[in-house]
C-alpha cells in the first residue's frame, strides 16, 4: 500500500484503487487512461479530504483516508464534541468538495478560461470536472454505506438514537 500524508492526515492507497484505470479504459487509450486515473484519484482524494478536514475541525480523533477499489473511506474516532449534527456535516462535506470542484472547473471551462490547453490537459480537467460531479452527487443517494445514507442516519439519530440504523437501512430500500 501506498502511504502518505497531505495536511498531516495519513492517506494510504491500496492497490486496487487501480481498478478505476478500467473505468477510464471504456472512454479512453493509451496515455489518456493513465491521465483519467490520476484525476480521479485527485478527485477522490478532494472527497474523502472533506471529510477528514471537517471531522478533525470538529474533535474526530486519529483521521485516516484509504483509497481502494472504487472510493475511498475516511476514518476517525468521534471527540466528545463530535454531535449528530456535526457528524451530518461531515457525511456531507465530501460531495460538497466535490461538487464544488467539478463545478468551479466546470464553470471556468465553459468561460474559456482552459481554451488552448493540450489534450493531455483536457483530459484531466474534463475528467476532474466528470469524476467529482457524478461521484458527489452520487454519494449523496440515502443509500447505507454511501455518505447520503450516513446522512439519513445522523439525521434520524437526532430524533431517534436507537431507531437510528433501522431508518438508515429503510431509507436504503425504500
Known sequence: MLSFRIAGIPVGVHLTFLFVA???ASAYRGIDIAIWTAAAFVSILAHELGHA????????????????GMGGLTSYRHGRTMTHGRSFVVSAAGSAVGIVLGGT???????GTFDG???????????????????????????????GGH??????????????PLIGQVVTWI
Open 105 to 111: 472547473l466546470y464553470l471556468l471551462a465553459q468561460s
Open 151 to 164: 446522512m439519513v442516519e445522523h439525521l434520524a439519530a437526532m430524533l431517534d438514537e436507537e431507531k437510528a
Open 22 to 24: 478500467l473505468l477510464g
Open 117 to 147: 490547453v493540450s489534450h493531455e490537459v483536457a483530459v484531466f480537467l474534463d475528467s476532474i470536472i466528470y469524476t467529482s460531479l457524478i461521484w458527489g452527487v452520487l454519494n449523496w443517494i440515502p443509500i447505507v454505506p454511501l455518505d
Open 53 to 68: 478536514l471537517v471531522a478533525r475541525g470538529f474533535g474526530g480523533q486519529g483521521v485516516t483516508i484509504t483509497l481502494y
